[in-house]
């Protein structure tokens, strides 16, 4: 509460929806979509939970909607919020990340008190969780950032959950995290402690990135479809339909299948009828980002971001359509044997899509000194997130088999895959490319594979070429690792050098 302009207390009326009975065991603010859905999952597991939004009425309207008659208390003011808690408190958020963040965290230390936790449950930058972390831990209380995946039927139902932050907080909101989150089989939750500061948010972080990546495949792989085969929609739901039924069994294969069969009220596929401009809300760029500060190549994520960026530019494309012309597309003599080289061409470069996330988790477990259990972070994606499938438990199994695993790629299993599907997965990018039909996720997967089964690459030239503009020096194949050369490329240079280069 605060006071008014005479020092006296200000004077605040509960409203109906404020009465409560008995404290509540966790409170959530910010009541859309994600909010209200984990609201009405914590309180379906036994749970009483105060809710509290910025927008009173959307308070009010929630408590007389969705959360009538169950044990949610709503309120109109954070100090009736904060004072309905159990201690320790712990007060989840669920507002758009950024500044809404940082303002909802000053406003909960007015109320809240040492030893409290705050949960941030949104899609932050893992940057500005190690930042909250460390100021909201200074004013003695604890902080987890937690990402979480399923949108909104898995906030409902029981979503992935990630979560990081202050270790001391774990213990106090495991039972109610672990409860809301997703099972897989023998009721293991898909939801456990991943690390320090902002560890949980970078996990969702590449989770979301991987999303973007299997959605371009999957995108491309139907549009190869469409373009080479001519498949009618129907036709190609049921190739998503037995590749659902296989090894690609995933939540977004399943989807896919359904949007590709659902019709307009015209009888029309729908599908057909959405313009091709991509959204995005950036955690895919993040990303990107931290994939290009840590030094890992990330190529088939990235090329999955700018592909959005251009499919934006619909315009331009429009425009540029009718100034250029591609090669005439014919279809393939056997179109089944087409189709299931699609299929081992989508699963291999699935697999360099994880495997490329990976060694990004492994970069900054390293940067940031967090103890990832990479094996664990497979579990807790095989149930309620965007990702989840059955070819997660399979990353589980070869972190089990070893844990300090170099590149998912080594691991005995996914090498028999990708030795598997090589040839079908050139014929199919090859094909592409012979038919002007853009296949970037899929191409740049095979280049990756291509450079990292090389035990030699034309860097030699590029170094050459940054030692002869810019003395920035090379190392030999003939000398120790370590000892770096300059040469006087041009007779005319100095013997001076520049500094030595980054591996």
């Known amino acids: 509460m605060g006071n008014t302009e005479s020092g ?22 910010g009541l859309a979509v994600m909010g209200e859905n984990l ?20 308070v009010d309207s929630f408590i007389q909607g969705r959360g ?5 208390q709503g309120h109109q003011d954070i100090a009736s919020f904060a004072r309905a808690l159990r201690r320790p408190r712990k007060a989840m958020i669920m507002v758009k990340a950024g500044n809404a963040v940082d303002d909802t965290i000053e406003h909960l230390l007015k109320v809240m008190e040492i030893g409290d936790i705050i949960i941030d449950g949104g899609n932050s930058n893992y940057q500005d969780t190690i930042r909250r972390t460390a100021y909201v831990e200074s004013k003695g209380l604890w902080y987890i950032g937690t990402g979480v995946s399923g949108g909104e039927e898995g906030a409902l139902t029981g979503p992935s959950l990630m979560p990081g932050g202050s270790p001391a907080a774990w213990p106090l909101v495991k039972p109610i995290l672990q409860a809301i989150a997703a099972k897989v ?19 969702k972080m590449v989770h979301n990135g991987i999303e973007y990546g299997d959605m371009q495949l999957i995108c491309e792989t139907y549009d190869v479809l469409k373009q080479v085969l001519g ?42 009828k959405i313009l091709d401009t991509a959204g995005q809300k950036g955690t895919g760029k993040w990303t990107g980002i931290a994939a290009l500060e840590l030094g890992v190549p990330l190529t088939l994520i990235g090329e999955a971001v700018w592909s959005r960026c251009l499919s934006a530019a619909k315009h331009e494309r429009v425009h540029a359509a009718k100034i250029f012309s591609g090669p005439k597309i014919t ?18 470069a699935k697999v360099v899509s994880y495997a490329q996330g990976y060694l990004l988790m492994r970069e900054a477990a390293k940067e940031y000194k967090w103890n990832l259990n990479y094996g664990g972070i497979a579990l807790m994606w095989r149930g309620g997130c965007i990702i989840r499938s059955v070819f997660l438990g399979k990353i589980k199994e070869a972190f089990d088999r070893k844990p300090d695993l170099e590149n998912l790629l080594l691991d005995p299993f996914f090498t028999a895959i990708i030795e598997k599907a090589q040839a ?45 503009f810019g003395a920035h020096t090379y190392e030999r194949v003939d000398k120790p ?7 006087n490329w041009t007779g005319h240079g100095a013997a001076t050098s520049a500094s030595t280069y980054t591996v």
């Open 185 to 203: 089989e023998g009721d293991v939750p898909c939801c456990d402690w991943v690390g320090e500061n902002g560890a949980g948010h970078f996990v």
């Open 39 to 58: 609201v009405l999952n914590m309180e379906s597991k036994g749970f009483t939970v105060a809710v509290f939004n910025r927008t009173g009425a959307k």
């Open 8 to 29: 006296r207390q200000a004077v605040h009326v509960t409203s109906a929806s404020e009465r409560v009975s008995e404290e509540a065991d966790i409170g959530l603010i």
């Open 231 to 272: 498949l009618s929609y129907d036709a190609m739901g049921d190739v998503f339909d037995t590749w659902n039924k296989g090894d690609l069994h995933s939540y977004l294969i399943g989807i896919t299948r359904d949007i590709l069969r659902f019709k307009d009220t015209d009888g029309e596929p729908l599908a057909e």
């Open 424 to 468: 079908s997965w050139r014929r199919v990018v090859g094909a592409a490319v012979e038919k002007g039909i853009p296949v970037p996720a899929l191409s740049s997967a095979l280049a990756y594979f291509d450079a990292y089964r090389s035990d030699r690459l034309p860097a030699n030239l590029l170094q050459a070429q940054r030692d002869y």
């Open 331 to 348: 279809k393939p003599a056997d179109a089944e044997a087409f189709i299931q080289d699609l299929e081992k061409a989508l699963y291999a």
């Open 68 to 72: 009538m008659g169950k044990k949610i």
């Open 481 to 487: 690792r370590g000892e770096f050369f300059h040469t």
